[in-house]
């Protein structure tokens, strides 16, 4: 992809923003606490539950304290299934979803709850480019 498509592309996308003829609609409620949002998005994802460690029980007992908990959450994950298990692909179901912590991107007006084993560090691919 060259830079003039990059450019038709971002006014494409612009465009595309400028024209929405519905608000943005979450699957929850905003007014909700934290771990109900998350339970929602965990039951959209097939879970039949949510299991929170300590450190994600004090996180979330902190952002409640600070006021936060009003923020939408974007759920850090694997991007092979909707579990926290990557090697069960797609979309399982019945599992109980592992909240290992909870961070917060105040700046940006979310919150994101680690799931399973996920890591922040920027993605790399799964053969490293360097052996090539």
Known sequence: ??????VELGIAVQKACEN???PLKFLY???ISIKEKIEAIARSY???GVEYSEQAEK???MYNKQG???LPICMAKTQYSFSDNASAKGAPSGFIL???DVRASIGAGFIYPLVGTMSTMSGLPKALLLRD
């Not at 992809?1 to 990059?6: D, G, I, P, T």
Request: net charge negative.
């Open 98 to 100: 592992s909240i290992r």
């Open 59 to 61: 996180q979330i007992e």
């Open 20 to 22: 929405v003829t519905q």
């Open 29 to 31: 409620p905003l007014d």
């Open 46 to 48: 097939g879970a039949s």
């Open 1 to 6: 992809m060259n830079q003039s498509c990059l």
């Open 68 to 70: 936060f908990s009003g």
